[in-house]
């Protein structure tokens, strides 16, 4: 083709046009950063040098710590903890900046001990393509489509446990671990999970024994423990892929569908994230089935109102079918003041009271600085105790849950692409258990009630020793 003047001139010009967008476009980003780096930090204090504020946070119920920051500096101030510096917010708006909208500016971040012991290929590091084919891995098992099929065998699980702490002085919370524990196999490894199950105990319960401790890898130490039990879980883990693939039967549970050849993952990725699940599934359920017990067991109304909802459905399928049958996913869409008992569990005990992000590069929030590389912590647990967003926040009252809390006033699980994709496992699980305790048990606490321990969730002291009869 001819390369005639008039083409050169229009190229020529085309040229300079896209250099001069191309320059701007630079001075702006320049003038935009300069401009975010003269804004102002916060408010708040960051305490001594590398120690910060880690002692006033580490020395008293951590919620005063919180609520005292917010009282004097608004919802969002600084701090510095576990030698990091800090911002942490607690208005929705803020959570939703954070969490949501500008989502991709914070990302995950968890101490390096705690990443080296679930596994650095675990979905909770991650974002971008790897997290998101992860998500859909997960949350293709743990949609009701997919738990609908396990309500039985939840339903056994449930039974047996109940049956095993009959007549006894039971720790409720050592208790329901165990019960969530088997619950997060099941939905792993299906039906399968019976063949497994001591095994991964085992080694299960000594590698959390080292997700607190300090990261000195030397015979003999903690995490020295741990870490070698988490090298025997992932060869354990190894081992049943193997015969999986043997078997080359289809299963529809988290391994079938870590498995599934649309989405290979490797092997060290399927265990990573196994360890993960466990490890987000246990101790949140647990805790959470511990606060329950304990508000119904305060509060005889809501109690009562629970039971008489729970002897409904029971009665409702003995009609239909002569005797008693096994719960179904329907009958648990027929449970509201139970479903309202376990929000207003999951908004008072705001067990996971805070999450943690880090900025990846400077961002200006309301005329505010957070830097580059500081850690950003969301505080549920202010949000979910504040007077103007529920009345009387310290106050147990499922009924307030009649009408739908406001948007990001509510996030037990969390809000965004990191959400909980377990959460419709934890409440159908909570439901089916709190089904036999009603109707079939009574129980009553035993020992001081008032304290709360934290591990790291908050939990009622001594776990909340219980004494557990059949009703006769
Ligand atoms: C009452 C019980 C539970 C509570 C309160 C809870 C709460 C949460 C919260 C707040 C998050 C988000 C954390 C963040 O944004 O940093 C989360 C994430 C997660 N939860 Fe749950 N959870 C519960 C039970 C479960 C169960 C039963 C499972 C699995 C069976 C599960 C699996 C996960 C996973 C895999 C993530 C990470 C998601 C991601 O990073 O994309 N959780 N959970």
Redesign the pocket.
Known sequence: MEFTMPCFLVSLFCFFGAFLVFFFSQCLFRLIKSTTRKLPLPPGTLGLPYFGETFQLYSQNPSVFFASKQKRYGTIFKTHILGCPCVMISSPEAAKFV?VTKANLFK?TFPASKERMLGRQA??F?QGDY?NK??KL?LRA?MPEAIKNIVSNVETLAVDSLHSWDGQLINTFQEMKTY?FN??LL?IFGKDETLYREELKRCYYVLEKGYNSMPINLPGTLFNKSMKARKELAQILVKILSTRRQNKEVHTD?LGSFMSEDESLTDEQIAD?II??IF???D??A??LTWIVKYLGENPTFLEAVTQEQEAVMKCKENNGGEEKTLTWADTKKMPITSRVIQET?RVAS??SF???EAVEDVEYQGYLIPKGWKVLPL?RNIHHSPEIFPEPDKFDPRRFEVAPKPNTF?????????????E???L??LVILHHLTTKYRWSMVGPQTGIQYGPFALPQNGLPIRLYAKK
């Open positions: 969490l995950p979905i909770f991650h997290h992860l998500r997960v743990f969530a619950v997060a939905s988290l994230n993960g699940v987000a599934a246990r949140t359920t805790s959470l999951l067990i996971l999450t943690f992000r549920f996030m037990p699980f969390g809000s965004g692409s990191h959400s909980c994709p377990g959460n496992l934890a409440k699980e909570i």
